[in-house]
């Protein structure tokens, strides 16, 4: 390297070491999980559902009864009550019941898919983005309509 070089690389590196390195304003978490449900939406792809075969509704439970334990329980409970208890930034979450006779997904199974694809932004995670494939949604989707809503009695919605 030849001395004039050296000289610039030295006056680059005490300049940038001079430059004010204030922290940066952290993002809005609530607006940056917006963002981030708002692009799962726009990926998510309701027609893959019509390409998902099972070999027996059995099957597609089943693998949905290991989705579920393993990815909705912690918050939905064992039995999609929406008592799971699981705690996020000191809050208790307190996800709906899937039990629940006026449940908005209860016919509509597109939409279950969808927002188990996107999440929200009260907390739920974007599945579909973050290690879900359609299959499993698929299969938990149908879990929650197929089992729990069939062998747990349905809830009367709260008296108003």
Known sequence: MTRPSMCLLAAAVATAACQSHEPQQAADPLAARADTVMAAAQVFDSTVFDTITWESPAKATERGSVVFTISCAKCHGSTGRGDGGFILNGDTLRPPSFLRKDWRFADDPIGLRRQIFTGNVAGMPYWG????KYRDI????RFITEFLRTNYALEEPPAT
């Open 129 to 132: 983005l973050v290690g879900l």
């Open 138 to 141: 698929d299969a938990v989707a």
